[in-house]
């Protein structure tokens, strides 16, 4: 079966921009997690979608928002880019949000990513 | 919140044995290993939850310290195809997932 898909995969922006990147979970799976990847900081995590809702949110500013629509698939939008905000986006799905993970339902399966260069 | 990984770094002969460790500050309600190779996605491994359980994948396996909060994850005779950087990620009563910075495992010949 098709794995989770990212759009674009590389995209350069200047700094005051904006920016909306795709993710497609796998069939079936309804929950769709974003991360911030970066050098020095590892994974990050920025929001957590379940039909349609935000479930969770990590600490990132307001610029960063997203959303997920009734098939699933969700996008997240980061207004008024600034450098700081070059980085892998990944986008990763699972079966449920968290919960028992008695079948490893909660088990994430991560999109190969958009690299976003902000200059 | 973010788990905390040590070593930051290893670096192995090929058959050698490596531990990495991750430890939270919170109750955690699982812990997930994943390996991201170089240029490619991250990728599950195994996922622990609360009680104890070891868990084993071929010559790697984990185990999780409920009460210190604490997750190792244990590679025996190490492949070169275990080269990668390897998160531990902790899941709290929020149900997120929150990843340690990682730790960049190297395997020489």
């Known amino acids: 079966k098709a794995g989770v898909t990212q759009t674009p995969r590389y995209l350069i922006k200047t700094r005051g921009q904006q920016v909306t990147l795709s993710c497609s979970p796998i069939s079936g799976h309804r929950s769709v997690s974003w991360y911030q990847q970066t050098p020095g900081q590892g994974l990050q995590f920025l929001f957590e979608?379940?039909?349609?809702?935000?479930?969770n949110k990590g600490n990132f500013p307001g610029r960063f928002s997203g959303r997920q629509f009734s098939n699933s698939r969700s996008e997240m939008n980061v207004s008024t880019l600034e450098l700081g905000d070059s980085a892998l986006y990944l986008c990763a799905s699972s079966l449920v949000t968290g919960g028992p993970s008695i079948s490893g339902a909660n088990v994430l399966t991560f999109g190969a990513g958009s690299r976003l260069t902000v200059l | 919140q973010q788990p905390v990984q040590s070593p930051q770094a290893v670096i192995l002969r090929e058959g050698e044995d490596a531990v990495i460790n991750c430890s939270s500050s919170?109750?955690?309600?699982?812990v997930h290993w994943y390996r991201q190779k170089h240029g490619e996605a991250p990728v599950f491994l195994m996922i622990?939850?609360?009680?104890?359980e070891q868990k084993g994948h071929d010559k790697i396996s984990a185990s999780f310290n409920e009460k210190k909060q604490q997750s190792s994850l244990y590679l025996t005779a190490s492949q070169l195809s275990y080269s990668g950087t390897y998160f531990c990620g902790t899941e709290l009563r929020a149900q997120k997932l929150v990843f340690g910075q990682g730790t960049r495992l190297t395997i020489n010949p």
């Open positions: 919170k109750a955690l309600y699982s």
């Open positions: 622990l939850l609360k009680g104890g």
């Open positions: 979608y379940f039909s349609e809702t935000q479930r």
